[in-house]
C-alpha cells in the first residue's frame, strides 16, 4: 500500500504549481502553431484572451469536477461522493469505496478527454483565440489528475480508494490484508 498526497507538503505543490503553469504555457503555444496551420483564428487581445480564458475555465472547471462526480457515481453503483475545499480548490473524493485500476483510470480521464473534444468541436466552428486559452488552463489542470494517476501504472496495484486525504493505493499484499479484515 502506498499513498500520494500532495497537499501535505508545501514544497512539492509549489513545485506542481509552477509545472501546471509550464504546461499551461507550453499548450498556448503549440495550440495556437497548430491552430495556424488548420484554420483562420478569430484574433482577440491579450486582454480578453486571459479575461475569457479565466471565465470560461471557471465554468469548465465545475463541469470537471461534476463528470468526476458521475463517474465516481457509475463506478461505485451509486454512492455519493464527498467535496472539499483545500487551498481554494474545491476536489471530489469517494473515500471508503475501492476502485480497481481501469474504473480509477477511467474517473481520472473522463474530464480530459470529455471537455477537451468538446472544446475542440467548439473551436472547429468558433476559432476564437480565448477559447485556445480556455482549453489550455483545463489541459494544466488535468495534469494534476494526471499526477493523480501515475500511482495506478504500477503493476502490483490493486484497488485505489480516492480519500480526501489523498490517494491510497493497494497492492496485491494490502488487498489481502483488507479481505482478512472485511471477513
Known amino acids: 500500500m502506498f499513498k500520494i ?45 486571459l479575461l475569457l480564458g479565466i471565465i470560461g475555465f471557471a465554468v469548465v472547471y465545475f463541469l470537471h469536477e461534476f463528470i468526476h462526480n458521475v463517474m465516481f457515481r457509475i463506478f461505485s453503483k451509486g454512492n455519493k461522493p464527498t467535496y472539499r475545499i483545500r487551498l481554494g480548490l474545491m476536489t471530489t473524493h469517494m473515500p471508503n469505496v475501492y476502485f480497481k485500476k481501469w474504473q480509477y483510470i477511467s474517473i481520472m480521464l473522463a474530464p ?25 488552463f483545463h489541459i494544466g489542470y488535468c495534469v494534476l489528475d494526471l499526477y493523480f494517476l501515475s500511482g495506478a501504472f504500477n503493476k502490483n496495484v490493486q484497488l485505489i480508494e480516492d480519500t480526501e486525504d489523498g490517494i491510497i493505493f493497494y497492492t496485491k499484499a494490502s488487498v489481502q490484508e483488507l479481505q482478512t479484515e472485511a471477513k
Do not use: P, R, W
Open 5 to 49: 498526497d500532495l497537499f501535505s507538503s508545501k514544497k512539492a505543490l509549489e513545485g506542481f504549481i509552477l509545472f501546471q503553469f509550464t504546461i499551461v504555457m507550453i499548450s498556448i503555444l503549440v495550440s495556437y502553431k497548430l491552430a495556424y496551420s488548420m484554420t483562420h483564428i478569430i484574433e482577440q487581445n491579450i486582454v480578453l484572451n
Open 112 to 136: 480530459l478527454v470529455i471537455i477537451t473534444s468538446a472544446l475542440l468541436i467548439l473551436f472547429s466552428f468558433f476559432a476564437y483565440s480565448s477559447l485556445i486559452f480556455i482549453a489550455c
